[in-house]
């Protein structure tokens, strides 16, 4: 059964802060195994990769047809479902839409000492993508990652995929097409992360590798992470909901499973004003088991992870949200944004009754991939500037060096760096302009 | 002897290759022990920081003493010459001036299908401050880090310092106190880091750990990476020089060794259209190394990591730049500002012949805390969106909600999450409002 709890119970702080310490996740310990796969790669490149996967996928493939072809993707796009397609290009519009608007300025200014100042922003040049495969392979998740990186002016994307027995999910190259996405490799794992951090002779090394894997591919991307760029390495969903008593119970039931359906170890929560409706919400989750897909998933999550919270007042969530730091927060209340101005961390906040959070798993525009175990404390969703990255500028003529040099002489010279202060000082003592 | 390589030469290719893939640090292996000091300090809070810290800086402290007083802090501030202080001053004044410009702009519309949509970015809540102790204790990187967290809002900024054998720069706390900071601990070491990620009765827990460490330090931010956030575990430093023949030679040595008299591990490299001036810098190396107080690591990372690269043309210089992706690039040439536009890979570019690396490492405004060993390629020097997070916003009105619901359904029934289906069809058939 979820963990139910007062905040105005004695004992409250001790279990509110062993649900914060709960970790949900078991760590596999790969780590020996992926650094040997690693190294392999590295030094045996195209044929180590063909190795592993036809050990890993059970798939036998050479040089030449690692790679996806056009026809095949041309192919699995026209064998989409004309709605299905549909709802995939209006995801794509409003995510490409919303990154868009992220664009960062770039900063260039000459300051009362002369100095000439700037930054600026160029796009990576190259960027890995990283789809699982199998029943993981999500379209939505393809866009989230690829139109980002299209949409900074990355030049070049590669994707790849495992195609476990050869299976492969059209619905994932569609997407791929759509993000303009066409060099796409049909590999995965810890081999897929080595060829695209290091490179083969097949598949030229990138920049940067996003997306999510399994733990193979998480422990690969930290143990690249320097040679290349990564982005973070996500945990397990979850979900916050804070909801009054003017909710249908029904509604926000469906929420917290739409994330506890993710995984037995996702986590849903909810916080409420209203003891009554907290039972009404636990009713409604009971009924909405018994007939989903994914119940048995939804419902180990459910009975695990999940947790109501009953507050006094609504104004007792904001501390407690703030500390659980959540993934995706529904503020399911009278007044969202009043609310929303007062929260710090969250990786998402959906506003308002008629905002799921699956809204934004899929259509509304804003990226899904969101920090998760509290790390929206500290960390944001992906977003347009991870695909980019920022050069500061200083000009200085003589004046602006005579201007600002001394104290740099003073202060390299206090640091005992005596080779920084010649640098300045040569330059003011009269020496050649 | 620097390595000598002429682009037009045969096997220039390979020879360039290898100097990207020289690893120039020796990565001490102290997971363990780091690992070990980080779960006492967990367990034990307060105790184990006392013990490791008598242990490894042979000082003998209590929970009360452990924090530098107001009245240290003060005594510091006295204490220092006040031409140093006026250079001290100015470089902070400088910095804050800089990192405010790059506040980013929240993000607010709503779209044509009615969907409320933005982006806000909060500081972060609480930021650890790691200064080294000893020798390395620059009051220059206490000023870059701590001064772009106040400008983001951070309410509460704590330092720790390690004090081996009682000793504390007086400049250190010096230039914590011109940056406002005023929680400062006495501790140093995977201790500290371990008392910042988790707290112990006298230090509260932070939610991010910023700031430059020895290899303890680094481990030790890596371990507790997720359960607070870390900045980039820097390499040893590096300048890379584009310059003609119009440089005076003695200058370009000066910047040349302005980096390599960081650490023995640190490498300049000049690349140059004019082997005549190559020669020349390679002398007035030698003649500035026979006067500088850090000859001995200067020469010997001159030596060991050096390198000139003679280009037929300045233009054959981008791609090379490109490739290397330098923490530090000077472009000591006639048209800085074109040349500076065709490159993407840089963590800071000096403009011009009178821009000595040197000033931006004190006074010039921009951070000095940069990507080092080729991660310019995928990451930003230190800002101030270091020390802030997004928050993304999305709100639906039953309207909106019906524009873009049906194709979050179609998505999420087509990617087999029927809970996600649910949450939006429930609010789409007519239930109430």
């Given at each position: 059964?979820?963990?139910?709890?007062?905040?105005?119970?004695?004992?409250?702080?001790?279990?509110?802060?062993?649900?914060?310490?709960?970790?949900?996740?078991?760590?596999?310990?790969?780590?020996?195994?992926?650094?040997?796969?690693?190294?392999?790669?590295?030094?045996?490149?195209?044929?180590?990769?063909?190795?592993?996967?036809?050990?890993?996928?059970?798939?036998?493939?050479?040089?030449?047809?690692?790679?996806?072809?056009?026809?095949?993707?041309?192919?699995?796009?026209?064998?989409?479902?004309?709605?299905?397609?549909?709802?995939?290009?209006?995801?794509?519009?409003?995510?490409?839409?919303?990154?868009?608007?992220?664009?960062?300025?770039?900063?260039?200014?000459?300051?009362?000492?002369?100095?000439?100042?700037?930054?600026?922003?160029?796009?990576?040049?190259?960027?890995?993508?990283?789809?699982?495969?199998?029943?993981?392979?999500?379209?939505?998740?393809?866009?989230m990652n690829?139109?980002p990186?299209?949409?900074?002016?990355?030049?070049?994307?590669?994707?790849?995929?495992?195609?476990?027995?050869?299976?492969?999910?059209?619905?994932?190259?569609?997407?791929?097409?759509?993000?303009?996405?066409?060099?796409?490799?049909?590999?995965?794992?810890?081999?897929?992360?080595?060829?695209?951090?290091?490179?083969?002779?097949?598949?030229?090394?990138?920049?940067?590798?996003v997306?999510?894997?399994?733990?193979?591919?998480?422990?690969?991307?930290?143990?690249?992470?320097?040679?290349?760029?990564?982005d973070?390495?996500?945990?397990?969903?979850?979900?916050?909901?804070?909801?009054?008593?003017?909710?249908?119970?029904?509604?926000?039931?469906?929420?917290?499973?739409?994330?506890?359906?993710?995984?037995?170890?996702?986590?849903?929560?909810?916080?409420?004003?209203?003891?009554?409706?907290?039972?009404?919400?636990?009713?409604?989750?009971?009924?909405?088991?018994?007939?989903?897909?994914?119940?048995?998933?939804?419902?180990?999550?459910?009975?695990?992870?999940?947790?109501?919270?009953?507050?006094?007042?609504?104004?007792?969530?904001?501390?407690?949200?703030?500390?659980?730091?959540?993934?995706?927060?529904?503020?399911?209340?009278?007044?969202?944004?009043?609310?929303?101005?007062?929260?710090?961390?969250?990786?998402?906040?959906?506003?308002?009754?008629?905002?799921?959070?699956?809204?934004?798993?899929?259509?509304?525009?804003?990226n899904?991939v969101l920090?998760?175990?509290?790390?929206?404390?500290?960390?944001?969703g992906l977003n347009?500037?991870d695909?980019?990255?920022?050069?500061?500028?200083?000009?200085?003529?003589?004046?602006?060096?005579?201007?600002?040099?001394?104290?740099?002489?003073?202060?390299?010279?206090?640091?005992?760096?005596?080779?920084?202060?010649?640098?300045?000082?040569?330059?003011?003592?009269?020496?050649?302009?």
């Open positions: 059964m979820p963990l139910e709890l007062n905040s105005s119970a004695p004992g409250f702080e001790d279990a509110f802060k062993d649900l914060l310490a709960a970790k949900r996740e078991i760590q596999e310990d790969v780590q020996n195994s992926v650094a040997a796969i690693l190294a392999d790669v590295r030094e045996r490149g195209d044929a180590a990769v063909l190795e592993h996967t036809a050990r890993f996928d059970r798939v036998t493939l050479t040089a030449d047809t690692m790679r996806v072809t056009a026809a095949e993707i041309d192919a699995a796009l026209a064998s989409i479902d004309p709605g299905l397609l549909q709802a995939l290009e209006l995801a794509a519009e409003r995510i490409e839409d919303f990154h868009r608007r992220q664009k960062p300025d770039a900063l260039s200014y000459t300051d009362h000492a002369g100095v000439r100042l700037g930054a600026r922003w160029t796009s990576i040049g190259a960027v890995g993508l990283y789809v699982p495969g199998g029943t993981a392979a999500y379209p939505s998740s393809v866009l690829a139109l990186a299209k949409v900074a002016g990355v030049e070049r994307v590669t994707m790849v995929v495992p195609t476990p027995d050869g299976k492969l999910n059209p619905l994932v190259l569609a997407a791929a097409k759509l993000a303009g996405v066409t060099e796409i490799y049909r590999i995965g794992g810890a081999q897929a992360v080595g060829a695209l951090a290091y490179g083969t002779a097949t598949i030229g090394a990138v920049d940067k590798i997306g999510p894997g399994n733990a193979y591919v998480a422990a690969a991307k930290r143990q690249v992470f320097g040679t290349v760029g990564i973070m390495i996500a945990g397990p969903s979850e979900i916050l909901v804070v909801a009054d008593a003017a909710n249908d119970p029904a509604w926000i039931a469906a929420d917290l499973l739409s994330q506890a359906e993710h995984d037995t170890s996702a986590q849903a929560i909810l916080i409420t004003d209203d003891g009554a409706f907290a039972e009404a919400v636990k009713r409604a989750v009971d009924g909405h088991l018994k007939t989903l897909p994914r119940a048995a998933i939804a419902g180990e999550s459910w009975r695990g992870h999940g947790a109501i919270i009953v507050v006094s007042k609504l104004d007792d969530a904001i501390p407690l949200v703030d500390r659980l730091a959540p993934e995706h927060l529904e503020l399911a209340v009278a007044e969202p944004d009043a609310l929303a101005a007062r929260i710090r961390n969250a990786g998402a906040i959906f506003l308002g009754r008629h905002t799921p959070e699956a809204i934004g798993d899929y259509v509304a525009g804003p899904h920090p998760t175990a509290r790390s929206a404390r500290f960390s944001s347009l500037l695909f980019m990255k920022r050069t500061t500028l200083v000009g200085c003529d003589p004046g602006a060096l005579a201007a600002i040099g001394p104290a740099a002489v003073a202060l390299a010279n206090a640091e005992g760096l005596g080779a920084h202060a010649l640098s300045v000082s040569i330059r003011l003592n009269g020496a050649p302009q």
